[in-house]
């Protein structure tokens, strides 16, 4: 059993920046890929970024390639996403997920345990 909090949420102006993070509480927290995922009001659920149980490997939705970057703390037990130029687009409740097989990271589906997520606004 993997428990996650996100924290870092928030209003931001376009072009601002900030720094979401995700504390995990439970067993063998370094074994799980992770991935944020985001919803917006009235949208579907999409996929954000992932990163692989070591940190080798990230991915990204192509809507926030070069401006996104997540990474993780097997140490902290904490995956962070840093998010600049942000964009009001990018307004929504952002949600970290967990993945013991760690495979189809865009999918969410394949996530075993979610968040209750953190909302950010980015205004115009």
């Known amino acids: 059993q993997v428990q996650l909090v996100e924290s870092g949420g928030g209003l931001v102006q376009a072009g601002g920046s900030l720094r979401l993070s995700c504390a995990a509480s439970?067993?063998?927290?370094?074994?799980?890929?992770m991935g944020w995922f985001r919803r917006a009001p009235g949208k579907e659920r999409e996929f954000v970024a992932a990163i692989t149980w070591s940190g080798g490997n990230t991915y990204y939705a192509d809507s926030v390639k070069g401006r996104f970057t997540i990474s993780r703390d097997n140490a902290k037990n904490t995956v962070y996403l840093q998010m600049n130029s942000l964009k009001p687009e990018d307004t929504a409740v952002y949600y970290c997920?967990?993945?013991?097989?760690?495979?189809?990271?865009?999918?969410?589906?394949?996530?075993?345990?979610w968040g209750q997520g953190t909302q950010v606004t980015v205004s115009s």
């Open positions: 439970g067993r063998a927290f370094s074994s799980y890929a």
């Open positions: 997920a967990a993945d013991r097989q760690g495979v189809e990271l865009g999918y969410a589906y394949r996530y075993d345990y």
